[in-house]
C-alpha cells in the first residue's frame, strides 16, 4: 500500500472518531430524544443544539469541499439551530441520518485517489486542501464531542 493510500486511511479512520474519544454515532445511541433538549447545570446548551452545529459545520465544509453549487452561509446565523429545541423525532431523526450520509460522502472523497490531498478544493483556493478540510472537520467534531460528553455525564446517560 503506498503511503498516500496509508494517510488516507488513517485519515478516514479518524474522520470516524473513537481513535482518543466516543464516536459521536455511539453517543447518539446514548441519549434518547426526550433528553436531547435538556441544558443541564446551566450550561448554554444542549446536545441538540451541540449536535445541530456539528452536523450544520460538518455539511459546508462537506459542500465547500465537494460540491459544484456552493454559497457560503451566513455566520453565525445558520451554523446554530434558530429554535433552540428540536420539535420532534422524525426531525432528531433526519438530522442524525444528515450527520452519517455527510460524513460517509466526505471518506468517499478522500479515499478517491482522483482527489488530490494538497490541492485546493472546489470551491477553495490557496491552503483551502482536501486535507485542510478534512482536519477542520475532525477538528472541529472532536472539540464538540468533548462537549456533547458533559451534556452524556450531566444527564447520567455516560
Not at 43 to 64: A, G, M, N, R, W
Amino acid at each position: 500500500m503506498s503511503e498516500e493510500k496509508l494517510i488516507r486511511e488513517r485519515l478516514s479512520k479518524h474522520l470516524f472518531g473513537g481513535e482518543a474519544f466516543m464516536p459521536v454515532i455511539d453517543m447518539l445511541d446514548k441519549i434518547s430524544f426526550e433528553d436531547i433538549n435538556t441544558r443541564p447545570a446551566n450550561l448554554p446548551y444542549s446536545f441538540y443544539e451541540l449536535f445541530f452545529h456539528v452536523v450544520f459545520t460538518q455539511k459546508d465544509i462537506v459542500k465547500f469541499t465537494c460540491s459544484d453549487d456552493y454559497s457560503k452561509p451566513k455566520w453565525p446565523d445558520f451554523y446554530w439551530p434558530k429554535e433552540k429545541t428540536c420539535r420532534n423525532a422524525e426531525e432528531w431523526e433526519t438530522l442524525k441520518a444528515e450527520y452519517i450520509t455527510d460524513r460517509e460522502r466526505l471518506k468517499n472523497f478522500l479515499l478517491d485517489e482522483k482527489n488530490e490531498l494538497t490541492k485546493a478544493v472546489k470551491n477553495g483556493k490557496g491552503e483551502q486542501t482536501l486535507l485542510r478540510e478534512l482536519l477542520l472537520v475532525i477538528e472541529h467534531t472532536a472539540y464538540h464531542t468533548g462537549q456533547m460528553l458533559i451534556v452524556l455525564r450531566l444527564l447520567n446517560l455516560h
